[in-house]
């Protein structure tokens, strides 16, 4: 009797077992199914904060970065931030000195020497950009994304190199030049441009400006004073640079070298389209003249509409090189997702492969030496150039331009001298006038950094 009861508690004991086994095993099968068909329960989203001041770099994310990285992107969510662009740098800076995690924001060539100089940025280092990365790169976008230590922050995914574009027809007719290397001759040094301008308003009576507006020109003119005004800490004007600056523009105007339209105005895209020898220009602001879809509203295709000027023009360096625009990629010190922003910066700014379906699918002139040199084998014809080559008519900016350590005074104090520059030539004040106001200006400006200037007696 005490057997078969031993024997019976053997036997429930074992079901029991097996029971609990079977039980448990049900549960976790509910749990993996229940996990798989939740995935983003288990896998939280990642949010990826990106401040621009316009949609062309979402655009580009969305047309040719995320279909070919699905995989990276697919847990994440981005916040995109759009900021007007007249606030656009100040507002991303508030943010990054308020400690703001922004993962990514995009900056042009004005904005780089703030970004770049400001402690909360990154550097490209923290996201996992090695120097061996961006050996592609154009130099002059390094230097422009780069603080006062030389640590480059920013990486730029377009060049942008600036040029001159001049009407062929009116430098055969008023200067007696057929030939672009003998016009790249004359347009080479400050000398010689403002003899052109010279000749072209005797020749022309007048008719035919130099340029729309001397703010163009002063794109080159600030690039040539980039790192010149700080020495030892202090900001030191020197007053050769002061005169020398004062009286070109004072020059050009005596010459009638400018027809007085702002810039990408109604009346600008009139006088280049008709009138205007020369202007300065950069790829952004041509490239899509390359594409069947040209966008009907760019000066480029106005000119083809009205058959005026478009076929008639080549280019040239301009007498300083110079950086026009560019976009170029940042990140916060305190961004949770550098690992992820470093990746997507990496392709857009490092990757030759990337940025030739870029630079194919937008026509933009990417930030990438082998990349260009592969397309301007190509032969794809800018039709406003007359057929020459869309991408390598930049090649040679790009490869000579040469530009100092930038300050983050260089833009202001620029501006201040622009500012004299046009009193003096509108004969507002004297060139002595000229020279103090820029100087008391500046010591406005600069008070820790700078003497203020001896009063004109």
């Known amino acids: 009797m005490i057997l078969a009861k031993f024997k019976l508690f053997r036997k429930n004991s074992v079901f029991s077992q097996a029971f609990a086994l079977i039980t448990s095993a049900a549960i976790l099968l509910s749990m993996a199914v229940s996990c798989g068909n939740n995935k983003d329960f288990t896998q939280p989203k990642t949010t990826l904060t990106i401040m621009?001041?316009?949609?062309?770099?979402?655009?580009?994310?969305?047309?040719y970065f995320i279909p070919r990285n699905e995989e990276l992107m697919e847990n994440v969510e981005i916040k995109w931030i759009n900021e007007e662009i007249v606030t656009y740098a100040d507002n991303v800076e508030k943010r990054l000195d308020n400690g703001e995690a922004i993962d990514i924001f995009v900056g042009n060539d004005d904005m780089a020497p703030r970004f770049a100089n400001n402690a909360n940025t990154a550097a490209l280092s923290e996201l996992g950009i090695t120097e061996a990365d961006l050996a592609g790169q154009y130099t002059y976008t390094r230097v422009l994304a780069s603080d006062a230590n030389k640590v480059q922050k920013g990486s730029a995914i377009t060049a942008e190199p600036g040029i001159i574009i001049y009407r062929t027809d009116y430098a055969e007719k008023?200067?007696?030049?057929?030939?672009?290397?003998?016009?790249q001759e004359l347009l080479s040094s400050w000398d010689t441009f403002l003899s052109v301008a010279q000749t072209l308003n005797e020749?022309?009576?007048?008719?035919?400006?130099?340029?729309?507006?001397?703010?163009?020109?002063?794109?080159?003119?600030?690039?040539?004073m980039t790192g010149l005004w700080m020495s030892d800490?202090?900001?030191?004007?020197?007053?050769?640079?002061?005169?020398?600056?004062?009286?070109?523009?004072?020059?050009?105007?005596?010459?009638?070298?400018?027809?007085?339209?702002k810039v990408m105005s109604d009346d600008w895209y009139s006088a280049v389209s008709d009138g205007v020898f020369c202007f300065f220009s950069a790829p952004w602001l041509n490239k899509n003249v390359s594409s069947l879809n040209a966008d009907t509203n760019t000066i480029f295709s106005t000119a083809k509409n009205n058959g005026q000027s478009f076929g008639k023009w080549k280019t040239s360096l301009a007498p300083n090189g110079f950086v026009y625009g560019g976009s170029w990629l940042y990140s916060?010190?305190?961004?949770?997702?550098?690992?992820?922003?470093?990746k997507?910066?990496?392709?857009?700014?490092?990757?030759?492969?990337?940025?030739?379906?870029?630079?194919?699918?937008?026509?933009?002139?990417?930030?990438?030496?082998?990349?260009?040199?592969?397309?301007?084998?190509?032969?794809?014809?800018?039709?406003?150039?007359?057929?020459?080559?869309?991408?390598?008519?930049?090649?040679?900016?790009?490869?000579?331009?040469?530009?100092?350590?930038?300050?983050?005074?260089?833009?202001?104090?620029s501006q201040l001298l622009y500012n004299q520059a046009i009193q003096y030539k509108n004969n507002k004040v004297t060139l002595e006038e000229a020279s103090y106001n820029f100087r008391y200006n500046v010591w406005k400006k600069y008070k820790n950094i700078t003497e203020k200037p001896e009063p004109i007696e």
């Open 233 to 261: 800490g202090k900001l030191d004007v020197s007053e050769d640079t002061i005169s020398r600056w004062l009286n070109y523009i004072n020059d050009l105007g005596k010459c009638s070298a400018f027809c007085g339209s």
């Open 52 to 63: 621009c001041w316009n949609d062309d770099f979402r655009d580009m994310m969305e047309k």
């Open 203 to 224: 020749k022309s009576n007048g008719k035919v400006k130099m340029l729309t507006n001397s703010s163009e020109l002063w794109m080159s003119v600030e690039s040539a």
């Open 344 to 413: 997507i910066i990496k392709k857009f700014t490092c990757d030759p492969e990337f940025m030739r379906v870029l630079a194919l699918g937008n026509m933009e002139y990417v930030n990438n030496r082998s990349a260009i040199a592969e397309l301007s084998q190509i032969g794809i014809e800018n039709p406003l150039f007359d057929g020459l080559d869309a991408f390598s008519v930049y090649s040679n900016a790009a490869e000579s331009m040469e530009i100092s350590l930038p300050t983050v005074y260089d833009s202001t104090i």
């Open 174 to 183: 008023y200067l007696g030049i057929t030939n672009q290397e003998e016009m």
């Open 332 to 342: 916060s010190i305190n961004s949770q997702n550098k690992q992820l922003a470093g």
